[in-house]
């Protein structure tokens, strides 16, 4: 096994948008949330997200935030990875490396932080308004965005000794590139690029499961 500590740096703005139950009760709903005062019946309607004010706040409550500031899921940093492994055909002997990462590559902690001068960020900067086009047409869209400058520090545990720090690089460099992370990805959002790398040493098991737990 080898850990590695990296940090990425943002190229282009980061955008969120966790994704929801479809039908939104109002027992899912936090205490005094101002959604409680708007809905009427038992769960929230179709007619209720035609309304400006309900799209704003669903966007609120699908930004990744915490009791210390904005986050990225683990699982999305892993999935932007293995991409990225894919995309750039990173190869690790005659085949690819994603085969070999799919099973052995796990980002931590569960919730990392984004950053901005070194310091956490309590929240996102603001709701990107967009229009993408659906099915039925123009369907209006809020998603909490971090705007640039943003960092995020990660470990990566590699449950394979072979895995050599050239390909760390390739497979982190190709992520950002070619994968993105975070939502509307296609629209070249969630873009960064590998600005630190460092091995660490194995953490004991009960450090290395700790963190890997939500904060």
Not at 47 to 68: F, P, W
Not at 87 to 110: D, E, M, N
Not at 123 to 148: H, I, M, T
Not at 160 to 182: K, W
């Amino acid at each position: 096994m080898r850990v590695f500590e990296i940090t990425v740096e943002g190229r282009t703005p980061l955008l969120q948008k966790r994704k929801m139950p479809e039908v939104i009760s109002r027992d899912e709903l936090p205490p005094g949330h101002p959604l409680l005062s708007i809905i009427k019946g038992k769960a929230i309607t179709a007619q209720d997200l035609k309304r400006r004010e309900v799209q704003v706040m669903l966007a609120d409550l699908g930004a990744y935030k915490n009791g210390h500031g904005v986050y990225m899921p683990a699982i999305c940093w892993r999935h932007s990875f293995l991409e990225g492994a894919r995309k750039g055909k990173v190869k690790h002997g005659r085949g690819s490396i994603w085969t070999l990462l799919q099973g052995t590559l796990f980002p931590a902690p569960a919730e990392p932080l984004i950053t901005r001068g070194g310091k956490e960020l309590p929240d996102y900067d603001n709701l990107k308004e967009s229009w993408p086009r659906s099915l039925s047409g123009l369907v209006r869209q809020f998603q909490a965005e971090v705007s640039l400058p943003w960092t995020c520090d990660l470990k990566l545990l590699v449950m394979d000794d072979n895995f050599t720090e050239p390909q760390l690089s390739e497979v982190v460099q190709g992520g950002g590139l070619y994968a993105g992370v975070g939502a509307w990805v296609s629209g070249g959002f969630g873009r960064y690029e590998l600005t630190n790398r460092e091995e660490a040493d194995v953490p004991p098991q009960k450090e290395m499961m700790e963190l890997m737990q939500p904060a």
